[in-house]
Every structure is written in C-alpha cells, then in structure tokens.
C-alpha cells in the first residue's frame, strides 16, 4: 500500500508568521508531487507542484522536496487568515494498471488567526 | 473559461435509491477521475477512464459504476446508496496519466443519504 502522511493538525500560527506543512511518502518510484489547498465544502484547488530536489518559490509560496529523505514540505510566508483551510499533499503514484495517478495525504489543517 | 462541472452539487436520496452524479469538461482532457471524500479523510479515487478506457480501483465497492458516452461528460452511478456512501464526490480531469501531470477538481458534489 502506497501512502502518503500529514499530520492532521490543526497547525495554529499568527498572521504574519511562517506556516510550514510537512509530508512524506512511501513510493521511492514517485517522481511528481503536488500540494492542493481545500477549504471547507469545497473541492481541493492546486497550490504547487514540484518534480526536482531542491526549492521552488511562487509568490508567498515555497515547495521544498527531498526524494532521498521521501520528504516535501510547502511554506507559506506572511500567513493570512485566508490561508486557512486544509492543504492536501498529492504524490504520483504508478498504479498496477499501468496508469499513473495520485495518491493523497489527509491533509493538514492550518489556522491562521489574525 | 475551462472548468470542470459537476451537477447537481448537493443531492440528497433514499436508502437504497439509485442516485447519478454528472460531470462535464471544457478542458478536452483524455483522463476523468471520480473520487470519494468523507469528512476529514483523503480524496480516495474510485475509478478514471483514459478516453474510453475504463480502470476500476481494486478496493471500489460494485455499488459503484461509471459511464462515459463521450470526452466531455462523465457520470457516476450509485445503484443502491447506503448510509456510508454519503460523502463528497470530486471529479477530476488531465492531460494524460503520465506522473507529471496535474488534476483538476470540479467544485464536488455532496451527497446526503436518509
């Protein structure tokens, strides 16, 4: 079984602040990684997506990936209230059909108060 | 815009009575997903087609059937909902199923069962 773990928070942080999210998988094949923001009631909207070892920046937004460790992270910087929501992290998973899809994690939920 | 459709968006049925969720895309992708998500729990992938070519996850119960007449439209059929089916439903699309490739949620539906 393929999975892929998130600690389930909440994770609590003042506006402002830096809010790091943390993931790791278990399918050392996984190549593709992808963090979704899912607000309550709602469907999971993509933040990020990251393929290489190393850091990748989009606005207040940093991926961090590190295959070997099995591990990737998502920072958010200058935390706003409406960050709040839950952030999924998906991995590409190889599945026994041949097709590649994606596994998700629960999700961590973040709670930016103001 | 592109977008990925989902109708209705809250539907409620009986125990027992057969239910259809609709989706539909703009994107002309090749790949549609539908997925389950309970309260709290990971977007679990049911089945997807590639075109016409339909793949059932291994653990999706039988209660569980997909239809896709054509690239735009995709349906899920519950045939008898039971209280544990009650859940939101996500469709997805993509490009293709090759790893790098990213999904794109219609807005859900959530389905309620009495």
């Known amino acids: 079984q393929k999975e892929v773990e998130q600690n389930s928070g909440p994770l609590s942080v003042p506006e402002g602040a830096i809010a790091s999210l943390n993931c790791t998988y278990s399918?050392?094949?996984?190549?593709?990684f992808f963090w979704y923001r899912q607000y309550s009631g709602k469907s999971p909207e993509l933040i990020m997506s990251?393929?290489?070892?190393g850091d990748k920046e989009d606005g207040r937004f940093t991926a961090q990936l590190n295959k070997a460790s099995q591990y990737v992270s998502l920072l958010i910087r200058d935390s706003q209230p409406s960050d709040s929501a839950t952030y999924l992290c998906?991995?590409?998973?190889?599945?026994?059909?041949?097709?590649?899809?994606?596994?998700f994690g629960k999700g961590t939920m973040l709670l930016v108060s103001p | 815009d592109a977008m990925v459709i989902q109708n209705p968006r809250y539907q409620v049925t009986q125990f027992g009575k057969p239910v259809t969720l609709s989706c539909s895309q703009t994107?002309?992708?090749?790949?549609m997903y539908w997925y389950q998500q309970k309260s709290s729990q990971a977007p679990k992938l049911l089945f997807h087609?590639?075109?016409?070519?339909?793949?059932n996850e291994a653990d999706t119960p039988d209660n569980f059937q997909s239809r896709r007449p054509n690239t735009s439209f995709c349906f899920l059929d519950i045939r008898s909902p039971g209280l544990g089916d009650a859940a939101m439903y996500l469709c997805?699309?993509?490009?293709?199923?090759?790893?790098?490739?990213?999904?794109?949620f219609g807005p859900g539906t959530r389905l309620l069962v009495l």
């Open positions: 997805a699309t993509s490009r293709d199923t090759s790893g790098g490739r990213t999904q794109y």
């Open positions: 399918d050392r094949g996984s190549q593709s």
């Open positions: 990251i393929y290489s070892n």
């Open positions: 998906a991995v590409n998973t190889l599945m026994n059909s041949g097709y590649s899809t994606l596994t």
């Open positions: 994107l002309n992708h090749n790949v």
């Open positions: 087609y590639y075109d016409k070519d339909f793949n």
